[in-house]
């Protein structure tokens, strides 16, 4: 398998507020773009030819990945869905076997050689990935039913299923005649079902089952995680780094790096160039941080922990389970516990749980609730929908350039649109829309006061 279809067009409306000024292939995972991890997976697989097809936001898909060779891109416009993108992307192809990946998944490479070693073994026509549910709502993805190793049919959004498809597919070039094919809607739904008009690319699996071709099916082995909506941005974050510390069994200093005697190291560290690990520093667990970072004076960090560049960690602060991204602060008595875009300010005395976009300043005793008093998780409205997410229902998804006041109170699963203010002692209880202030109104009684009112 020397080709793959990398889809990273679509619009991202779902995964607001991250998608909406950024393409979402983009968003960062473990501080790095889901679509260059991806090609980097591709690669490792031995993929030589990869084609990347763009649309919307597409300037920034080429950015994140343009410096890697044999990559071409093809523009999706207008964008009509996953089986119009990849017939864009075969006019390049002239007539090999290829993978197609949707660009906004997170998965490990091992997935990756799977699909493609089972597909040659098999000599299968083609092969798709699949996904045991788990606590996953059905009706929230497209299902696959399948026996004896091979698809026995599709239903989109069902009211129950067992397996979701995952968006990776592995063709013979015989597959084109079906994608061109496809009706332009997913016909396989139940009834009452409100599919919208697009062309799926697993409407034309399904004319293929119809027409008696076997598709394989092949489950996944490690995680994956198909970043659909905010809460899967933390999930991804967690579950991958969670993997890669899983990877780790000694300490990897690089030149320059210092860790002070007086610091408390209960597990591995791999640190970049010129980082510095203070006294009093706390480590439980598995800590990777990049280059020229400060970490130091009775920081704590638990759980598995990925840094990023030019960080400083301080001052008594404490870090959970965390991804931190470039250039950010984390300073005295803060808490963090989720995922920090690059350049987030958490100078001190605020406890922050959730996923804040870039260049985010967070002001002091700014606080995220993350319990309610019904113990219950928050129900959170996806386009007029109202879902439960099985994954971080109660934390807080803020968006890029964003602020808060001093005393500022977010309730449990609030979302926050980019460019807004939620300004000082505010309690927030609703989610904000994008480029939106928020202040408290305060009424002040003034009465008179002195010696004769204490009673001197």
Same mark, same amino acid.
């Given at each position: 398998?020397?080709?793959?279809?990398?889809l990273?067009?679509? /619009?991202?409306?779902?995964?607001?507020?991250?998608g909406?000024?950024?393409?979402k292939c983009?968003i960062p995972?473990?501080?790095?773009?889901?679509?260059r991890?991806i090609?980097e997976?591709?690669?490792e697989?031995?993929?030589d030819?990869?084609i990347v097809?763009?649309?919307?936001y597409?300037?920034?898909?080429?950015?994140?990945?343009a410096?890697i060779?044999?990559i071409?891109f093809?523009?999706?416009?207008?964008?009509?869905?996953?089986a119009d993108?990849?017939?864009?992307a075969? #006019?390049n192809?002239n007539g090999d076997?290829f /993978?197609?990946v949707?660009?906004?998944?997170?998965t490990t490479?091992?997935?990756?050689r799977?699909i493609?070693e089972?597909?040659?073994?098999?000599n299968? &026509?083609?092969?798709?990935?699949v996904?045991?549910?788990n606590?996953?709502?059905a009706? #929230?993805?497209l299902?696959a039913k399948?026996s004896?190793?091979?698809l026995?049919?599709?239903?989109?959004h069902?009211r129950?299923g067992?397996?979701?498809?995952?968006?990776?597919?592995?063709?013979?070039?015989?597959?084109?005649?079906?994608?061109?094919?496809n009706?332009?809607?997913v016909?396989?739904?139940?009834v009452g079902?409100m599919p919208?008009?697009e062309?799926?690319?697993?409407?034309?699996i399904q004319l293929?089952?119809?027409e008696?071709?076997d598709?394989l099916?092949?489950e996944?082995?490690d995680?994956?995680?198909?970043?659909d909506?905010?809460?899967?941005?933390?999930?991804?974050?967690?579950r991958l780094?969670d993997?890669?510390?899983?990877q780790?069994?000694?300490?990897?200093i690089?030149?320059?790096?210092?860790?002070?005697d007086?610091a408390?190291?209960n597990?591995?560290?791999? /640190?970049g160039?010129n980082t510095?690990?203070?006294p009093?520093v706390?480590?439980?667990g598995t800590l990777?941080?990049?280059s020229?970072?400060?970490i130091?004076?009775?920081?704590?960090?638990?759980?598995?922990i990925?840094?990023?560049?030019?960080?400083?960690i301080s001052?008594?602060?404490?870090?959970?389970?965390?991804?931190i991204? #470039?250039?950010?602060?984390?300073?005295?008595g803060a808490e963090?516990s989720g995922v920090?875009f690059?350049?987030?300010?958490?100078?001190?005395y605020?406890?922050?749980?959730?996923?804040?976009g870039n260049?985010?300043?967070?002001?002091?005793a700014?606080v995220?609730?993350?319990?309610?008093f019904?113990?219950?998780?928050?129900v959170?409205?996806?386009?007029?929908?109202? &879902?439960v997410?099985?994954?971080?229902a109660?934390?807080t998804y803020?968006?890029d350039?964003?602020?808060?006041?001093?005393?500022?109170?977010?309730?449990p699963?609030?979302?926050?649109?980019?460019y807004?203010?939620i300004g000082p002692g505010v309690?927030l209880?609703?989610?904000?829309?994008?480029?939106?202030m928020?202040?408290?109104?305060q009424?002040?009684i003034?009465k008179p006061?002195?010696p004769?009112?204490y009673?001197?």
């Amino acid at each position: 398998m020397n080709n793959a279809i990398v889809l990273a067009a679509g /619009l991202g409306r779902k995964v607001w507020p991250y998608g909406e000024f950024r393409q979402k292939c983009t968003i960062p995972v473990a501080n790095k773009p889901i679509i260059r991890r991806i090609v980097e997976n591709l690669i490792e697989v031995g993929i030589d030819r990869i084609i990347v097809v763009v649309g919307h936001y597409a300037q920034q898909v080429r950015g994140a990945v343009a410096d890697i060779s044999n990559i071409e891109f093809v523009t999706q416009n207008p964008q009509n869905g996953t089986a119009d993108a990849v017939l864009t992307a075969l #006019n390049n192809l002239n007539g090999d076997n290829f /993978l197609v990946v949707y660009g906004d998944i997170v998965t490990t490479s091992d997935n990756l050689r799977n699909i493609i070693e089972d597909f040659y073994r098999q000599n299968a &026509e083609v092969a798709a990935l699949v996904q045991l549910l788990n606590d996953e709502d059905a009706s #929230n993805w497209l299902c696959a039913k399948f026996s004896d190793g091979c698809l026995r049919g599709i239903e989109g959004h069902p009211r129950g299923g067992s397996h979701r498809l995952c968006g990776i597919y592995a063709f013979k070039s015989t597959a084109k005649p079906y994608l061109l094919r496809n009706p332009g809607i997913v016909t396989q739904v139940p009834v009452g079902g409100m599919p919208p008009p697009e062309s799926e690319i697993a409407q034309s699996i399904q004319l293929m089952i119809d027409e008696g071709i076997d598709v394989l099916a092949v489950e996944t082995t490690d995680f994956f995680v198909d970043v659909d909506k905010p809460w899967h941005v933390l999930e991804a974050n967690r579950r991958l780094v969670d993997y890669l510390s899983k990877q780790i069994d000694a300490d990897q200093i690089a030149e320059g790096a210092k860790i002070s005697d007086a610091a408390d190291i209960n597990g591995n560290v791999v /640190l970049g160039k010129n980082t510095v690990i203070g006294p009093r520093v706390v480590v439980n667990g598995t800590l990777v941080a990049g280059s020229n970072n400060n970490i130091t004076n009775g920081a704590i960090v638990h759980g598995n922990i990925l840094i990023g560049n030019q960080c400083r960690i301080s001052d008594y602060c404490h870090i959970d389970s965390s991804t931190i991204g #470039n250039r950010c602060i984390v300073g005295h008595g803060a808490e963090m516990s989720g995922v920090m875009f690059d350049k987030v300010f958490l100078y001190h005395y605020c406890e922050m749980s959730g996923v804040f976009g870039n260049a985010t300043d967070i002001g002091a005793a700014t606080v995220c609730g993350t319990l309610r008093f019904d113990d219950r998780d928050t129900v959170i409205q996806i386009e007029d929908r109202n &879902e439960v997410p099985s994954y971080g229902a109660n934390a807080t998804y803020m968006g890029d350039y964003c602020r808060t006041g001093v005393n500022a109170m977010i309730m449990p699963g609030r979302w926050i649109g980019s460019y807004s203010v939620i300004g000082p002692g505010v309690i927030l209880y609703d989610d904000v829309p994008s480029k939106t202030m928020v202040l408290a109104k305060q009424e002040l009684i003034t009465k008179p006061w002195g010696p004769d009112r204490y009673g001197w």
